[in-house]
């Protein structure tokens, strides 16, 4: 059926590599969120990484390249207008997106939608601002929970998140009033990315904490993905993280929800002792929404490093037959303004067993990732995706 038995994906939500030439349209320049990381650190202790060529693809801070890369590298643009997360996942599974989706960072949510909102929820909406989902909880965390009301908030993303304390509010009203936001959000003029439901616990300031039952509510891909394709071959899919919520469950045959970035590495670990044909894709959020949002480039360095130790237990459980890449979806600078996204190139290290060492010239699209993997379990692109297999480049000739 293939070159590789089994491929597994790993995406390290929001490392990227360094502007695209069209970044300043995006209101971002001279953006590198991997470059600028090790320029504040000096150096990180990822040694696997390293091994894989990621300081060849791009040398930064005081770190030296690898002389024998084990892994085969190359630089990503993104072809689709945006630099979201829905936006990058979907265009490395085939969907190139043209119209990118609304935000509301600036205005906040028009009064219609929040009417509308309040009105089926039976819940009066408070905040309704661009905020930190943790500056919030300590501002309104408190009269949510003694008037009953509902904290709505957005931010730099194309989002609209719903806070609910799990005593007060209960966790499947949060869940339903989410729904309620969704369906409302399908409308073109409202049409955000994700609704996104952020539990929390604690009794006052100080306290509130958000746990892990947070859950997403994502637009359906605008069409099928190569996930589709190889879940209707009979393929296994297996989505680690937030990957069947990106894809609504969409192409996904098994899920496994993480708790944090360190648990998605040991829960992909898991998977790879078991037997399986087909893919394995992972998103790892704390690099973005734990550290870069909150522009904190010590912590998501050292969240770099909590990876790299993960990832040489799972190179040493690979098997003959696997391949494994490792990608980004996008920026997000911790040493930049705002707190924003960033529009970047991502990495693509690739490695398995007799893989074809070393540096490849750059790619327009993470298109080449979705392509490649079809390309691997013999499954045509669904029509309409973009992308072109890169297969031939990874195996030693």
């Known amino acids: 059926m293939g070159k590789y038995n089994r491929i597994f994906v790993i995406v390290l939500d929001s490392l990227g590599i360094g502007a695209m030439p069209d970044s300043e349209k995006f209101g971002d320049t001279g953006v590198d969120t991997f470059g600028h990381i090790l320029e504040h650190m000096g150096s990180l202790e990822i040694p696997h990484l390293k091994r894989l060529g990621m ?3 791009h040398p930064a801070g005081n770190m ?3 002389k024998d890369p084990e892994g085969c590298f190359m630089r990503l643009g993104e ?3 945006g630099k979201d997360t829905m936006t990058g996942h979907w265009e490395m599974m085939g969907i190139k997106t043209e119209k990118p ?10 009064p219609e939608l929040i ?6 929820c039976g819940k009066r909406v408070i905040g309704n601002k661009s905020a930190s989902g943790t500056e919030i909880l300590e501002e309104l965390a408190e009269e949510e929970i003694r008037t009953g009301a509902m904290i709505v908030y957005t931010s730099a993303d194309s989002v609209l998140q719903i806070c609910g304390n799990e005593e007060t509010f209960d966790l499947e009203n949060l869940y339903r009033c989410c729904e309620i936001a969704r369906e409302l959000t399908l409308k073109d003029e409202w049409r955000v990315g994700r609704v996104i439901a952020r539990p929390y616990v604690g009794k006052k300031k100080g306290e509130f904490q958000r746990t892990s039952n947070r859950h997403d509510y994502a637009l359906k891909p605008t069409g099928p993905t190569v996930l589709n394709a190889l879940k209707d071959a009979g393929m296994d899919v297996i989505g680690v993280g937030k990957i ?5 469950g969409e192409g996904i045959t098994k899920t496994h929800h993480s708790d944090s970035s360190v648990h998605g590495m040991e829960q992909t670990i898991n998977i790879c002792k078991e037997d399986f044909h087909g893919l394995c894709f992972v998103n790892l959020v704390d690099f973005d ?6 522009r904190n480039p010590e912590g998501y360095g050292r969240e770099i490093e909590k990876f790299d130790k993960n990832l040489g237990v799972l190179l040493e459980e690979l098997r003959e037959d696997d391949l494994l890449i490792l990608t980004a979806d996008h920026g997000n600078d911790p040493t930049y303004t705002g707190t924003d996204h960033t529009r970047e190139y991502v990495p693509f290290l690739a490695y398995a067993k007799g893989i074809h060492a070393g540096a490849l010239a750059p790619e327009d699209t993470f298109a080449v990732i979705g392509a490649t993997i079809a390309d ?8 309409g995706t973009i992308g072109t297999s890169i297969l031939d480049k990874l195996v030693q000739g």
């Open 244 to 248: 069947n919520d990106i894809f609504c």
């Open 289 to 294: 929404a734990v550290w870069g949002h909150r």
């Open 376 to 383: 691997n379990f013999g499954v045509a692109m669904p029509e």
């Open 55 to 57: 300081l060849n693809l």
């Open 79 to 81: 072809a689709s207008n």
């Open 101 to 110: 989706f609304q935000t509301f960072t600036d205005t906040g949510f028009p």
């Open 64 to 66: 030296e390249e690898e």
């Open 115 to 120: 009417a509308e909102l309040e009105k089926r």
